[in-house]
């Protein structure tokens, strides 16, 4: 009873809002919600022939092969230790340039500094790998350095130890400027009286960023890290593509790159729709497991 | 937010998503089972109507054909085209061959480089052209025969007897193609690409700076000691960092590697001496193979890049002198870089080499050769046809002898005039006037240049290589007996093919890897006993029983 009476009072006040939902509702529906049942071909032996609903049912040999492909530890291990190295590496870098760019006190100097480490968001990844690529290269420019300090040139991309740091580090150079802005845009919101109090009380420079700073923009650094961790198992393929070759398969070959492989290369659809889906499934476990434990010791959540 | 969390459990099965979105797909069995049912008794139908006739000749067809429907014709359109036009029926040549045949085609294609995944979309969705190129041998998941099962493709066989006397013709002269376009159990399924002569099938080999030979007094390299000599003369005298360089992530090179077929293996399939079919990369040879290129690179002789190689980056060392040896086709690498290079070094000469051997004065036992019929664009009547008739009509003008001029030369007193009765290419294609390479001309009046339904002629290529080292290619690269080793186009039954495939990629995967370690040294040659032993463990002997058994089966068609 009186839940119907709430409904009705909230679409009486609000229903203007609720057309404006529409489009994003629709939206959803078409393209997050209709393509999950194209999911179930993971059980079947798809065949475009047949379609989706005509193919036979296989139950789960979709899975039960790729748990027993010899690559399974080395594509689950590839892209743990691939996305940890991204996220212990990458995630507090913008965080850290945002706040060195918020003490800087030259507007020229940091709108500069903004602007130059945006810019490379806005190279498109084929430019970037073939940069890297052509600069990994024995007479390329990092081996060029390289010689300069006296070092010994070789083919980078070829020798499967570099390939992670090259891989991660090539990443925060392209997201580093474009990440800070959402941090920036928090500590503007920090009130300023908050550093004059702490300044009354005594609180240097470091005592402020510890005390002030960082708990004022905590919210959205959490929130920030639980949809990273949502993705974490969830590498783009298209990365991998462009920088690996068979020489570093060892530390390169992700799951998304093997189901590029296998799944569009040689039109397996139904095995790499499972493996898609393991993936997923994954993704959604850690995000439940992060939102509980940021729930329990922060009491900021998604849900 | 809470959305857009609940929404990341799936946004990640994006091949379930992109394959879902095209189409319900209750629609999609249906109009299948639909097709499925006309197909069958379409082809009862033609059964009757053959069988009326018994051995009644086909007649021959007049062309131009009187007036029907439009048919939709699906096909890649290669790169020579696309750069001067968006569709085939704005060629010349599109034009030409709807006046001709009298038929209307309306010319549909892939997005470039997306032709896989356009036809598993037609697919999806059920509603297919008229006609579709493409590789129904290797492309097909399961093979040619299992499209015709699955309700894609019609059988041939009577479609051919009734309405295509020319191509009926010609296999019947051409016994041995005529097995390789069929399907073990028989089928006809479309109207082949084959390469009509043996100068055709000698497509890729080695090639070195000729001048560089000149200057040091060496000769071509004929075994692979002669190569270190040159290779090591190349480095040390004439300052090529990488002296031999290819495009190594061009996977049709790797599986033709000369001096893989010099220690008489590959990397992949081929048939033996005891007419078996044997796997290459786990065998001794490979070994030594290995071995070879392990000290090679070691010494610097090849590109230490080479994995990462592209073709623009191989030209550029090519041209440069970085590099002085390399591997590829003769027009479209040793003749553009010899164009490219004499603008600025008018002595650069590329020379071919022979397929290299082990001891002097040998005729080389393997060496690179492709099937005159390999599966490439080879079009074949779909379930969705309305008007087979005209379709089998329209596709069998280019097997007679009219439509095979028109196909390879084009338009007499246009593209080509006779000389001497030898159809010669006029300055239209070979100077073009609006300046374009000859590839592109060509690609405007014929598909002789690349690929399509017809049979290829050797007096195409003949003029296409203008350059004398670019006509002696075929017999330089052709000089081994390569052929006896080729493996037919063989297919798995469509019950075996998705186990091939299966185990063939685990083991592809971890062969390519192996054999980049093993050269680089990363890895000791010591441990390629453990190599083939992990191979064998994914189930070579499987895929080799599997691919012995579909040799069988083609030997007795």
């Not at chain 1, 998304?256 to 499972?274: K, V």
């Not at chain 2, 374009?436 to 296409?464: C, H, K, T």
Request: proline share 5%; hydrophobic share 40%.
């Amino acid at each position: 009873m009186k839940l119907s009476y709430q409904i009705k009072k909230d679409w009486k006040r609000n229903r203007s809002l609720y057309f404006i939902m529409i489009p994003v509702l629709i939206f959803y529906i078409l393209f997050h919600y209709k393509p999950m049942y194209g999911a179930i071909i993971a059980f079947k032996e798809y065949s475009p022939a047949l379609g989706v609903t005509g193919s036979p049912w296989v139950g789960f040999a979709n899975f039960t092969r790729f748990f027993k492909s010899v690559y399974f530890i080395r594509l689950i291990r590839n892209t743990i230790l691939l996305s940890v190295y991204n996220l212990i590496l990458g995630f507090p870098a913008p965080i850290i340039l945002a706040l060195l760019l918020n003490e800087v006190r030259n507007k020229k100097f940091k709108s500069i500094t903004q602007t130059v480490t945006y810019l490379p968001h806005f190279i498109s990844l084929i430019v970037v790998t073939g940069m890297l690529t052509d600069f990994s290269m024995t007479t390329g420019l990092f081996n060029d350095v390289i010689t300069m300090f006296g070092g010994k040139s070789s083919p980078l991309l070829q020798d499967p130890k570099l390939y992670r740091s090259i891989y991660v580090l090539s990443s925060i150079w392209q997201e580093v400027g474009w990440g800070s802005i959402i941090y920036l845009s928090a500590l503007a919101g920090v009130d300023s009286q908050l550093y004059e109090a702490a300044q009354i009380d005594g609180a240097g420079k470091w005592k402020q960023l510890i005390h002030v700073t960082l708990p004022a923009i905590a919210p959205v650094i959490v929130i920030m890290f639980i949809l990273k961790m949502g993705s974490l198992m969830n590498m783009g393929y298209e990365k991998t593509i462009l920088l690996y070759n068979p020489s570093t398969y060892e530390t390169a070959d992700i799951i998304s790159s093997y189901i590029y492989r296998i799944g569009l290369l040689e039109q397996d659809w139904s095995y790499s729709t499972a493996i898609g889906l393991f993936n997923s499934a994954i993704n959604f476990g850690l995000l439940l497991f992060t939102n509980r434990m940021s729930k329990r010791y922060s009491e900021t959540s998604l849900w | 937010m809470k959305k857009r969390g609940v929404s990341l459990l799936l946004t990640a099965a994006m091949l379930a998503g992109t394959l879902a979105g095209c189409g319900s797909s209750k629609e999609t069995t249906e109009t299948s089972a639909a097709t499925t049912a006309a197909a069958t008794t379409a082809a009862a139908a033609e059964t009757t109507a053959a069988g009326g006739g018994a051995a009644a000749a086909p007649v021959a067809s007049v062309y131009p054909l009187s007036a029907g429907d439009q048919l939709q014709y699906w096909c890649e359109l290669t790169s020579t085209v696309s750069s001067n036009y968006a569709n085939l029926g704005e060629t010349s040549f599109g034009k030409g061959w709807m006046e001709r045949t009298g038929v209307d085609i309306q010319f549909l294609h892939p997005p470039a480089g997306q032709l896989k995944e356009q036809f598993s979309l037609i697919l999806a969705d059920g509603n297919l052209p008229d006609l579709m190129e493409y590789n129904w041998v290797t492309d097909y998941p399961g093979g040619p025969e299992k499209a015709i099962k699955d309700g894609v493709i019609l059988p041939l066989n009577d479609i051919i007897d009734k309405y295509c006397p020319n191509l009926k013709a010609y296999l019947k002269e051409n016994p041995d193609i005529d097995r390789m376009i069929k399907t073990d159990d028989g089928n006809y399924y479309s109207f082949p690409f084959i390469r009509g002569d043996a100068k055709l099938l000698n497509t890729i080999g080695l090639m070195l700076r000729a001048d560089w030979l000149v200057d040091l007094g060496l000769e071509v390299p004929e075994t692979m000691d002669d190569w270190h000599t040159v290779l090591t003369a190349f480095k040390e005298k004439k300052g090529a960092v990488a002296p031999y360089t290819f495009e190594y992530t061009n996977g049709q090179y790797l599986t033709s590697d000369p001096f893989a077929y010099a220690y008489g293996t590959n990397r992949s399939f081929y048939i033996g001496s005891d007419g078996k079919v044997h796997f290459g990369a786990t065998e001794d040879g490979y070994k030594q193979f290995l071995t070879t290129m392990a000290q090679w690179y070691s010494e610097g002789l090849i590109d230490p890049d080479i994995a990462t190689l592209k073709s623009d980056q191989v030209s550029a060392k090519m041209t440069n002198g970085v590099s002085g040896a390399s591997m590829g086709q003769a027009g479209s690498r040793m003749g553009t870089w010899t164009a490219a290079a004499q603008a600025s070094n008018p002595s650069y000469k590329l020379v071919a080499a022979p397929p290299p051997t082990l001891k002097k004065g040998e005729k080389a036992e393997f060496g690179q050769i492709e099937n005159p019929y390999s599966g490439r664009a080879s079009v074949a009547i779909t379930t969705s046809c309305k008007d087979i008739e005209r379709a089998a009509k329209l596709m069998d003008y280019a097997y007679g002898e009219e439509g095979h001029m028109y196909f390879n030369f084009g338009i007499e007193g246009e593209s080509y005039t006779m000389v001497d009765g030898y159809p010669t290419y006029t300055d239209l294609i070979m100077k073009n006037p609006d300046g374009l390479p000859i590839s592109q001309a060509m690609s405007g009046y014929i598909r002789g240049n690349y690929n399509g339904p017809f049979v290829q002629d050797a007096r195409y290529l003949e003029q296409y290589y203008t350059l004398y080292e670019q006509k002696e290619t075929p017999e330089v690269w052709g000089d081994s007996n390569g052929k006896a080793h080729l493996l037919p186009p063989i297919t798995p039954t469509s019950d075996e093919s998705k186990e091939f495939s299966t185990i063939m990629n685990e083991i592809n995967t971890y062969r390519d890897e192996m054999t980049l370690k093993f050269m680089f040294g990363t890895e000791s040659l010591d441990k390629f006993d453990d190599y083939v032993k992990n191979i064998n463990n994914m189930g070579l002997d499987r895929a080799l029983e599997i691919q012995n058994a579909a040799l069988e089966r083609y030997n007795s068609r």
